[in-house]
């Protein structure tokens, strides 16, 4: 239903659900920690650029197989994945045995070494939350408008929204410092 209701916003384009938790990932040989991302890949693609920042592999093999996932570049150089490769999901509940339908790589180096995506009934399943404990992403016309239109959606749902500009808001803070910083240097030069 809140899933429903936030894409009856104007400004929205599309709705993500998310469910967040954590594993190891166990190539039989190398494990690593990981935090996985249970999506659905249909809705999840028209609100992000994960579709595009998929180096090797492809979103249809993961789309098409609720048992793949798909694995930041720098845990499949650790552990050293290619598409196609096997491998298991360990948890505190259960151990699935899931295959890489691709690597991607988004620039940001925390995500990259740490964030795996698979199927969000199958995270359901192996997380054992059949429902509820999930984040929305929304995609948004206007992203500009995000902290109105966040400051909206919590006084309509009584939930938190939190805003790109909010959750971010670090990263603005140093690229304007850096901004600054090169305003600064070119004129003394």
């Known amino acids: 239903e809140l899933r429903k209701a936030t894409s009856g916003f104007s400004d929205v384009t599309g709705v993500s659900e998310i469910l967040e938790g954590a594993g190891i990932l166990d190539t039989g040989s190398r494990s690593h920690s990981v935090r996985l991302h249970g999506i659905r890949a249909r809705d999840h693609v028209a609100i992000s650029d994960l579709e595009d920042q998929i180096i090797r592999g492809s979103m249809k093999d993961f789309r098409d197989d609720r048992l793949s996932i798909l694995v930041g570049n720098r845990i499949a150089e650790r552990l050293r994945l290619e ?101 600064i240097t070119v004129s003394t030069i």
């Open 83 to 183: 598409p196609g490769d096997r491998v298991i999901l360990a948890g505190s509940h259960e151990s699935l045995h899931l295959r890489v339908a691709g690597i991607f790589e988004t620039g940001v180096s925390q995500i990259d070494k740490n964030r795996i995506y698979l199927d969000l009934s199958t995270a359901r399943s192996f997380l054992r939350k059949p429902h509820g404990g999930s984040v929305f992403q929304v995609g948004l016309r206007h992203p500009e408008a995000a902290p109105a239109v966040a400051a909206q959606m919590q006084e309509t749902f009584v939930h938190r929204v939190v805003s790109w500009q909010e959750r971010e808001k670090v990263w603005l803070d140093v690229f304007k410092a850096l901004r600054i910083s090169s305003a």
